[in-house]
């Protein structure tokens, strides 16, 4: 029998939803990126007629690039979009895909946490608030002793990490529900559609 069955459901249509909304705003900010390049480079371009490049559009580009893979992440993991090799699994028995599938889904669960963990202390060197207290609570680390911030723009280094932070914390909880879906998906004997 598998394990709370109709709050897995329940929890995979709230989750699909978060992380589609979560990827169009990466997506949002793709094209963001792409419009502001295509106007920097024809400022480049025209400098002669008066125009110029956008100030600091690399770190624009930079910051952008790095939220946006982390906010495509969760619905990535929901949807299973990661690559397979089909070839061989397809002719495997449906329970033995789907123990497959769980394995795989418990190992991108883990990589999630990691990748979790190291942005979260990458972003307690960067972020400059807060007391000792407070920060060794949450595991932070000291403060640091100057905000770091770009080179052209002086965006605090902290506000990417912060935002691609939502994103690496939201695939961890995407993968570990894939691992309980797929745990359930191997008591049933068989994997079901997305």
Known sequence: M???????????HWLTTATKWLAYAGGAVLVAIAVMTVVSIIGRAFVGFGLKPIKGDF?????????AIFAFLPWCQIKRGHVTVDIFIS??????????????DTLLAVASYVILWRLWLG???KFPYG?????????????????????EL?????????AALVGAAMFFVAASYSVWRA????????EEML
Do not use: H
């Open 59 to 67: 770190e624009m580009v930079e910051a952008g690039c790095a939220i």
């Open 123 to 125: 972003f307690g060197e």
């Open 154 to 162: 002086e965006i605090p280094i902290w506000m990417p990490y912060g």
């Open 2 to 12: 598998a394990i709370a069955k109709q709050a897995q459901v329940r929890l995979g």
């Open 91 to 104: 002719r495997l028995p449906e329970r033995i895909k789907a123990l497959l599938g769980l394995i795989g």
């Open 131 to 151: 007391g000792e207290g407070f920060r060794k609570a949450l595991g932070m680390g000291s403060k640091p002793f100057f905000v770091e911030t770009t080179y």
């Open 183 to 190: 745990l359930n998906w191997v008591i049933d004997g068989r």
